[in-house]
């Protein structure tokens, strides 16, 4: 069963109080939402395998650890999720990266997928997906029902807010993937907003409103 996880550590905590800021501008919104996405990340991937490997250090040789087997690929649900990625790529490199495009329809909140490209390989990978916010949780479910029609065995998602409404949504709809999340807010206003969540992350991330 997926679980929940709150990434309660005083930096995530400190950085997600600065992006609240209704006076926090483009620039520094956007490198902070990069910090946060890196340091959830960072527990996010906790739990990769690891193997025992010999190194030649310039002393002797080291008995020490690699990551093992697991390939991983990141995919952002568009727009406001590519927001997080150059804090994910950050911590892991190699990973490869997919798109998913999910909008919401204004008049029933219904998520409707637009666009959808994805690594020729993503069956073979631990697939990490990132938004900035879960508040309904219909993007969310959406994105992970479209990469497990891919043959993805193994899903997170990865957000910076979360509503009650979101998480109790995708866990409903997924109940195997576990969900990184930096705080989980009031719940949402009637135009679907997370209280107090930051507004519209993807019009804050790309300076549009």
């Known amino acids: 069963m997926g679980e929940l996880h709150i990434i309660d550590h005083p930096l995530v905590q400190h950085k997600i109080s600065l992006l609240r800021d209704k006076n926090t ?16 990340c960072y527990e996010a991937t906790r739990d990769l395998p690891l193997k025992e490997v010999e190194i030649e250090t310039p002393i002797s040789i080291a008995k020490t650890k690699v990551i093992s087997g697991k390939k991983l690929a990141f995919v952002p649900i568009l727009r406001a999720g590519l927001g997080m990625i150059e804090g994910v790529t950050s911590l892991v490199p190699a990973a490869k990266i997919g798109h998913i495009g999910i909008f919401r329809d204004p008049s029933t909140s219904d998520a409707i997928q637009y666009y959808s490209k994805m690594p020729e390989d993503i069956e073979e990978r631990e697939v990490i997906i990132v938004d900035p916010m ?58 679907k907003y997370i209280i107090p969540g930051v507004g519209d992350a993807g019009d804050r991330i790309f300076g549009t409103k």
Do not use: Q, W
């Open 134 to 191: 879960l508040a309904t949780g219909k993007s969310a479910s959406a994105a992970i029902s479209e990469i497990k029609k891919l043959g993805v065995k193994s899903i997170k998602f990865m957000c910076i807010i979360a509503s009650p409404e979101g998480v109790n949504a995708v866990k409903t709809a997924h109940p195997d993937v576990d969900i990184y999340t930096g705080v989980v807010d009031e719940g949402l206003n009637e135009d």
């Open 25 to 40: 501008g483009t620039k520094e919104f956007r490198e902070l939402v990069s910090e946060i996405a890196m340091f959830i």
